[in-house]
């Protein structure tokens, strides 16, 4: 247990964050170099830029959330506003990553590019995957034909660990949208899509083969 000096400086520093009013969001996105990304902290009047809809709204509402509990973690122990924006910043830089796989820029925790990306390969391989996968779930499923496959997105699985993600595992859930504006989940409840990169590696090597043999 703390002893009373060093209780009195622990409740301080809580008082001193309270005092503080510290742009945890501002500070996160700074991470990413996305000026593009939607700013929607309650009272706040800054642009919302490109992305505005509810999954990256909600993705805005966790980053603050992870980035300003690692903040104030730190800044408790050590009372050091530098040592607690470094902290922060390598907590949020670990876990979320800018991402186009969606068809337009977000960010997005446990970006598929973190893990999944070829050296020398662009990372259309993975928006291939994501159409195949899509186009097998929905082939006779009860799924209306106004939905496309090419239409499909991915959302990070709930409960996914950096340590599952840095191990190359992250998963994800298979969505559209309706054509009510709605969510439909492609694949069901507790079934999850990844991406295979070693099948996409055979490929190339086999497109190699093929290219030394003519």
Do not use: C
Request: glycine fraction near 6%; aromatic fraction near 10%; hydrophobic fraction near 35%.
């Amino acid at each position: 247990a703390l002893d009373v000096s060093n209780d009195w400086v622990f409740n301080k520093r809580i008082e001193e964050l309270k005092d503080a009013k510290v742009d945890y969001q501002a500070l996160a996105l700074k991470n990413f170099n996305a000026p593009w990304y939607v700013k929607m902290m309650p009272g706040d009047s800054g642009s919302i830029q490109a992305d505005t809809s509810e999954f990256a709204t909600r993705q805005a509402a966790q980053i603050t959330t992870e980035y300003q509990a690692a903040y104030e973690t730190q800044y408790k122990l050590t009372g050091d506003t530098n040592a607690a924006q470094k902290y922060a910043n390598s907590v949020v830089a670990g876990t979320y990553g800018v991402t186009k796989i969606n068809g337009k820029n977000q960010l997005m925790r446990h970006a598929p590019e973190k893990y999944f990306h070829i050296d020398g390969e662009d990372d259309d391989w993975m928006r291939e995957q994501i159409v195949e996968e899509a186009r097998n779930a929905m082939s006779g499923s009860w799924i209306s034909s106004d939905i496309k496959p090419e239409d499909a997105i991915i959302i990070p699985a709930p409960y996914v660990t950096p340590r599952t993600a840095k191990e190359g595992r992250p998963l994800y859930k298979l969505m559209t949208l309706s054509p009510d504006g709605g969510y439909v989940d492609l694949l069901g409840p507790n079934k999850f899509f990844t991406f295979d990169k070693q099948k996409k590696i055979g490929e190339l090597i086999d497109e190699a083969k093929k290219d030394a043999g003519n």
